[in-house]
């Protein structure tokens, strides 16, 4: 007869018996007060009798010995319909009486029976769970309001392991059913413990449905012990198997399923939590002012030993210079990487870790001005004289401070003479492939060896295959791969991402193909006597060769980049859309991801924001390891160098005697270049060339010879350049103007507006840009107009319906900017607003509401702006509003629910905003930030979490990163650098009488 006993699935709907379970059982069958009614059926042996307990209108039926073991039974069936929440305290009650030495009390007389030991032991843990669940701000008078399962889930499991506890070892097999489904019902109270202390209601799901299906195997239990030889012998579970046959399948299959989760589990806790250390210490740098970076732990094999005798030299050797040393390829870089991560590095060390990068054609200035910024507070810092005097004072500076420094990839010993300025009591580390960098500061030095043949296999399997390990058919070819890479960790990387390609859709079998290709590869590479000086080479070709047109044209475009040079995926991708390289953004950053996960490129950072061009630190960058990057270089070699597509400006050397017409179409500073090579480009023709690249080139004017009509990229980031030449005007077939970087860059001339197809204008940091030229607001074809961290006072387009494709604005960070002109609502196209950081900004302007395509309205820092305008519920499309760390502001218009339906993300953090009332309105919001004090009711927590809503209390980094900047306005950098016309334009937008020149360049000096 099946059981028909309620279950409550609410936590609260069942009834507790009045009387205890022992009184009823020596008072004999029959009702009591409480409605419950025992009765004995049937004896099938003696001392073993049916039993039916009924309560209103349920029952159950159960086996027992005596009326004492019914009395038992009787008490845990009420536990098992009474409210969760009164269980849990009769459980505590029951420990402080059994606490006192009290005997026979209610609580310890279910639990005192040996058969029910472990029962009580997994919903002592579901109390402790419950316990602490009752303590968080989440769970109100309802513990557990915001996860409504749990009440039924510990209902559930006390039933399931009541079942399991029981001993039954007359019919073969149920002991066995007993005690795995004891350990199951163990595994996934734990689970839930975990569970409701980490509010993981993904896992709590997991678990729900894990529950049912073990109730079944319990139930089946039971009806299986209730049953005559004869039943059993001819019932068959769920029409498949016996009963404890069936309930070990069961049980074996939510063993699996919790391997499983918790596997992923373990796996998404460790990205969490590195995650969350990642952004602990970032947030500490940024509030101490350090900038310095730390990359992340490199997940790499065969390091621990390593790692332990790099540290004892730092951290117990007698030497303040320590330097690894190896060939290209062999893991310098990467041990390096793993020692700053250390817990020892790191405790001793704290926040004073600098991780640069030299390379071949270091800039010492540059560098000087990082170990500054990274390890010095801002009330010490000095003004770049020169390099002799500016590594003087910082060593007399830091003669009394422990800090790490980094110095990776280092090829000269000169440069070593200027950047040593780090005290004796702190440790210099040194990566270089030339053993005379270390002699040069006798160093304490560690070689950086190949890996022996395990370790290089595994490394190769880890990056080869999702399981780490080949199938049989593939080790033969494996263990020749291994062997001709001669433990190089680049190239087992590199050839491991190369075949991990090679797996055919999700055949479980390979393909006939697929043999074929293992097969190849490992004969390329078998047999060829190759050296460690050429492994690689062929390792690259292999690679290189396999790739598709458009994935090698854009890692060649990458290659041209001076060496070490980290570039941002939104800048790479412009280039690829605008050169006709990728069809659009989306498929440009396909390849690049593509790239990476194939090891020939490598990517750092992150997305923080869905708008990529506002993030301004931190972003999704790419480099590209420089033997990789010396590989691609042989490559464009190989062709004549007139008649080679692209070209660098390395190519160019001890050619002043020769032809000098290329047909390139693509051209790209190599490294820095001097006056003498500055000047060398004016007798350069390349009047083909599409791509002008001269990032990082340090040239104060721009050749105007190389201003050829085809150009459709100019990108000058971080040049130098103070001007651009009025040849500008002939650039007519350009899409992308990029001066990034070029602080000391007059102003765009006014021939700009000729440039009638331009899209794309980015002058991010160019504070000594004040002004925009009248003929600017003649580029009918502009899409993103990129401004932040510039010197802008006034944003004024007088014309600004000739700008009908503007979709990205970025202002943020510009400090003098006070206001935003009615006539913005003409720029009906703009779907990004970034406004964040202009502290002086007062007021929005009403026609905000007219940008009927917003999107996104990024706001943060905007210390003084007091209200935003009611028309912003008019933006009916908006998905993001950010408002974090605007002090000034009291409240947000009311009708947001209703005018901006597709909000998605809304943050307040760092305010002094209340709770908005409409936010349980937002049908799509996905993020709720909101300030520390900011208190949520109980009920809306519930509906958040059940909503899949992610509250967040601290300020987004790239919020923190802003609100750390100094808030030098345009007027205070223009004095600083003796910019007199900026100074006067200031002051006369201040309102302020402008002094003569003579008395302005007095006052500035």
């Given amino acids: 007869m099946s059981s028909c006993w309620p279950r409550s699935t ?24 409480s409605g419950w009614f025992v009765e004995k059926q049937r004896c099938s042996t003696p001392g073993d009798c049916v039993w039916v307990v009924k309560h209103k209108e349920a029952w159950q039926k159960f086996r027992a010995g005596s009326p004492e073991k019914t009395a038992d039974w009787v008490r845990i069936l009420g536990l098992r319909v009474q409210a969760w929440s009164n269980m849990i305290q009769t459980l505590q009650l029951g420990q402080e009486e059994e606490g006192k030495g009290q005997e026979g009390g209610a609580g310890t007389e279910i639990f005192s029976s040996a058969n029910l030991g472990m029962a009580k032991l997994a919903v002592d843990r579901a109390g402790a769970a419950v316990r602490a669940l009752r303590t968080t701000a989440l769970f109100s008078k309802e513990v557990g309001g915001a996860v409504p399962f749990v009440g039924a889930a510990l209902q559930l499991l006390g039933f399931v392991l009541e079942v399991a506890s029981r001993e039954r070892e007359e019919v073969e097999g149920v002991a066995s059913a007993h005690s795995r489904l004891l350990e199951v019902g163990r595994r996934i109270m734990q689970g839930l413990w975990d569970a409701c202390q980490q509010n993981d209601e993904g896992y709590m799901a997991v678990l729900e449905g894990l529950m049912q299906f073990i109730e ?23 029409q498949t198997n016996s009963g404890p046959q069936s309930v070990l399948q069961v049980v074996d299959e939510c063993d699996r399923r919790l391997n499983s989760t918790q596997t992923d589990r373990m796996h998404r806790t460790v990205k969490l939590v590195e995650g969350k250390v990642d ?20 997940d790499a094999v065969a390091l621990d030993e390593k790692v332990a005798a790099v540290r004892d030299k730092l951290l117990k050797g007698d030497r303040k210079h320590v330097v690894l040393q190896g060939m290209g390829g062999s893991g310098k870089t990467t041990l390096a990487e793993a020692t700053v991560n250390d817990y020892h590095v790191q405790a001793k060390f704290g926040s004073k870790i600098l991780f640069m990068t030299i390379g071949q054609n270091p800039k010492v200035e540059n560098c000087l001005k990082r170990i500054q910024d990274a390890f010095v507070d801002d009330e010490k810092k000095v003004i770049y004289l020169n390099d002799e005097d500016f590594s003087r004072i910082l060593r007399a500076v830091l003669k009394d401070e422990s800090v790490l420094l980094v110095l990776d990839d280092v090829w000269e010993k000169g440069v070593l003479k200027h950047l040593d300025v780090v005290s004796m009591g702190s440790r210099v580390l040194i990566t270089t492939r030339i053993a005379e960098v270390g002699d040069c500061v006798q160093a304490s030095a560690y070689d950086v060896e190949p890996l022996n043949f395990e370790e290089g296999h595994e490394l190769f399997c880890k990056c080869a295959f999702d399981s780490g390990k080949p199938s049989r058919w593939q080790e033969r070819h494996v263990r020749d791969i291994v062997q001709e890479c001669e433990g190089l960790p680049l190239a087992l990387e590199v050839i491991g991402r190369e075949v991990r390609t090679y797996k055919e859709g999700g055949n479980r079998m390979p393909t006939r193909f697929e043999r074929e290709r293992w097969a190849t590869i490992a004969k390329e590479l078998k047999g060829r006597g190759i050296g460690h000086s050429e492994v690689f080479d062929r390792v690259f070709c292999l690679s290189f060769d396999n790739l598709e047109k458009q994935h ?29 390289t990728c069809e659009d953004e989306h498929s440009a950053r396909k390849v690049l991801r593509a790239l990476a996960g194939k090891s020939l490129i490598i990517q750092t950072g992150e997305e923080l924001m869905d708008t990529a061009e506002f993030q301004c630190g931190d972003a999704v960058h790419y480099h590209l390891h420089d033997v990789i990057r010396d590989n691609a270089l042989k490559l464009m070699d190989v062709a004549p160098l007139a008649g080679r597509n692209r070209l660098v400006s390395s190519h160019l050397m001890g050619t002043a005697g020769i032809e000098r017409t290329f047909s390139c179409t693509k051209f790209s500073a ?39 009509p085809s150009l459709v990229v100019l990108d000058l980031s971080s040049s130098g350049v103070t001007k651009l030449p009025p040849q500008i005007a002939c650039l007519q077939s350009a899409k992308l103007l990029r001066v990034d970087g070029c602080d000391m860059l007059e102003g765009l001339p006014e021939e700009v507006g000729a440039m009638s197809q331009l899209e794309v204008l980015s002058m991010r940091d160019c504070r000594s840009v004040y002004n925009l030229p009248n003929s600017f607001w003649e580029l009918s074809n502009l899409t993103k107009l990129l401004l932040p961290k510039g010197g802008i006072l006034q ?22 900017l006070k206001q935003l002109p009615p006539s913005l609502w003409e720029l009906t196209s703009l779907t990004a607003l970034n406004l964040g950081g202009c502290w002086r900004l007062t007021h929005l302007p009403a026609s905000l509401g007219c940008l009927e395509e917003l999107k996104v309205l990024i706001l943060h820092g905007c210390d003084s702006l007091a209200e935003i305008p009611d028309s912003v519920t008019l933006l009916s499309n908006l998905e993001e509003l950010d408002a974090q760390g605007c002090l000034n502001l009291d409240c947000l218009p009311g009708g947001i629910a209703d005018g901006c339906p597709e909000l998605r ?101």
């Avoid at 079944?216 to 769920?238: P, V």
């Avoid at 475009?557 to 995926?569: A, F, T």
């Avoid at 003498?676 to 105007?704: F, K, T, Y």
């Fill in 795 to 816: 944003f004024c387009p007088g014309e600004a319906q000739v700008l009908h494709k503007l979709s990205v604005l970025d202002l943020a960070s510009n400090t003098g």
């Fill in 552 to 580: 090698q044209s854009v890692l060649l475009d990458l290659v041209m980049l001076p060496e070490d040079h980290y570039v941002s995926e939104a800048d790479v991708v412009e280039w690829q859309v605008h050169s006709g």
């Fill in 10 to 33: 609410s936590g609260g709907r069942g009834q507790r018996p009045e009387e205890s379970a022992p009184q009823r059982g020596r008072r004999g069958m029959g009702p009591n007060t």
């Fill in 905 to 1005: 993300f809304l943050r307040l953090q760092g305010s002094q905003l209340e709770l908005p009332a409409f936010v349980e309105m937002l049908d799509c919001l996905e993020v709720l930030g909101l300030p520390e004090g900011c208190e949520i009711a109980a009920e809306l927590a519930a509906q958040l979490c059940a909503n899949g809503v992610e509250v967040e209390r601290e300020m987004t980094r790239e919020c923190e990163k802003r609100r750390g900047m100094l808030r030098e306005t345009p007027l205070h950098w223009a004095a600083q650098h003796g910019l007199m016309d900026m100074v006067e334009f200031s002051l006369r937008e201040s309102e302020v009488d402008v002094l003569d020149k003579v008395q302005l360049r007095l006052l500035i000096i």
């Fill in 670 to 708: 190599s490294q820095s270049l001097d006056d003498a090579q500055a000047l060398g480009l004016e007798a350069v023709d390349m009047s083909m060339l599409q791509i002008l690249l001269l990032r990082n080139a340090r040239i104060a004017e721009l050749p105007a010879s190389i201003l050829v």
């Fill in 279 to 298: 952004r602990l210490l970032q947030r500490t740098r940024s509030i101490s002012g350090r900038l310095a970076i730390i990359p992340n732990r490199p």
């Fill in 216 to 238: 079944k195997a319990a139930r089946a239990l039971e009806q299986f012990q209730s049953k005559g030889n004869i039943c059993r012998l001819n019932d068959a579970f769920w």
